[in-house]
């Protein structure tokens, strides 16, 4: 296990409703990155969260929003659900090795249905 | 444009062969490292080995070995005496050392299935 835990593990909102999902990273790691994977396909970065900071962010809407907090722990935020939100949200904690390692450990995710 | 590409979308082995999982990938940055994961049907991404674009030796963790071939951008996953429990999804990506937040890119996949 990578001790990167995600809650809950599964959810289903209603179009237009707002959700919030959580990451405990690994202990020691200080970065957080959260991705949105859809049934069949690879996951897709929506954004990073580096010492409490967003420090990027990928083709997501600003309805996709987030926080990290001290202990480094990560909050995803999505409001005005929509029916293609629906998907396996996973969380990855890391520890910054270089610019090109820097290898991410995943939670088992939260699966969100949007009906 | 970063990019990850894998065209075998699914592989059957009978237990016990090697296999090898195809991946290239396109990018402009001579910086860059790769990555393969294996998601089981549990859901969650774990990380398998790492390559890095700089490094002089193809990666090896236990069972599993990159096969970088730099000039023809491909990073290929082998597995060797695959067992039972290989079966799952597995995941071509990559990071551009330049690129924003240094977010990883990741292919579509392959299912492997490994067959008793």
């Known amino acids: 296990e990578t001790g990167v835990t995600q809650s809950p593990t599964h959810l289903i909102k209603t179009r237009g409703q707002q959700v919030t999902l959580r990451c405990s990273s690994q202990?020691?790691?200080?970065?957080v990155s959260w991705y949105q994977q859809a049934l069949g396909q690879g996951p897709q970065f929506i954004f990073q969260?580096?010492?409490?900071?967003?420090?990027g962010r990928g083709n997501f809407p600003p309805r996709f929003s987030g926080l990290q907090f001290p202990n480094y722990s990560s909050e995803l935020n999505v409001n005005a659900l929509e029916l293609d939100d629906s998907a396996l949200y996973l969380c990855?904690?890391?520890?910054?090795?270089?610019?090109?390692?820097?290898?991410?450990?995943f939670g088992a995710g939260t699966r969100l249905s949007v009906l | 444009a970063q990019k990850i590409t894998q065209t075998q979308p699914g592989m059957f082995v009978q237990e016990k062969e090697a296999v090898t999982l195809d991946c290239t990938y396109d990018?402009?940055?001579?910086?860059?490292?790769l990555f393969w994961y294996k998601q089981p049907s549990s859901g969650e991404m774990i990380f398998l080995i790492y390559?890095?674009?700089?490094?002089?030796q193809n990666a090896t963790e236990g069972r599993y070995s990159l096969n970088f071939q730099k000039a023809r951008k491909s990073a290929n996953l082998v597995i060797s005496a695959s067992q039972l429990g290989d079966s799952a999804m597995y995941f071509c990506?990559?990071?551009?050392?330049?690129?924003?937040?240094?977010?990883?890119?990741f292919g579509s996949g392959t299912r492997l299935s490994i067959r008793p």
């Open positions: 990855a904690s890391s520890l910054f090795e270089g610019l090109t390692k820097n290898i991410q450990y």
């Open positions: 202990s020691g790691h200080n970065t």
């Open positions: 969260y580096y010492r409490e900071e967003e420090n």
């Open positions: 990018t402009s940055d001579p910086s860059y490292g």
């Open positions: 390559q890095g674009s700089y490094d002089q």
């Open positions: 990506a990559m990071r551009e050392a330049y690129s924003s937040a240094s977010k990883i890119i």
